[in-house]
């Protein structure tokens, strides 16, 4: 399976972006998906995830209610809607597909993801 993230760029502080990732392969509407980021000197962290069916979300604090994950199983893709974005928020953006099948509580951690996208630049400028 290959995982293709899209939709980055610069955008204005209260700016809205849309990131996509597009699966190839594998069984992607069995497994659930989540967004990592990583900013200049950071570490990886985690933004949000979905459960396979879409039924159950998750989110950092610091995007909560600004951002919002979803999914088009048919479409074998996986969403990122980003409102209201801050500086902060600047860093690589990273898909990835959970090790497990049918996980309806995906989880926060990076090592339950074993698939990776190649990330997409997102920039805000202040």
């Known amino acids: 399976v290959q995982l293709q993230a899209s939709g980055g760029g610069l955008v204005q502080a209260g700016g809205s972006l849309r990131l996509s990732c597009a699966a190839s392969?594998?069984?992607?509407?069995?497994?659930?998906m989540g967004w990592f980021r990583q900013a200049p000197g950071k570490e990886r962290e985690f933004v949000a995830a979905?459960?396979?069916?879409?039924?159950?979300?998750y989110y950092a604090d610091s995007v909560k209610d600004r951002f919002t994950i979803s999914r088009d199983n048919a479409k074998n893709t996986v969403y990122l809607q980003m409102n209201s974005l801050k500086p902060d928020d600047t860093a690589v953006y990273y898909c990835?597909?959970?090790?497990?099948?049918?996980?309806?509580?995906?989880?926060?951690?990076?090592?339950?993801?074993?698939?990776w996208g190649q990330g997409t630049q997102v920039t805000v400028s202040s």
């Open positions: 990835g597909q959970d090790s497990s099948i049918y996980n309806y509580y995906p989880s926060r951690l990076m090592s339950r993801y074993d698939v």
């Open positions: 392969g594998g069984t992607f509407s069995s497994r659930a």
């Open positions: 979905i459960s396979w069916s879409g039924g159950n979300t």
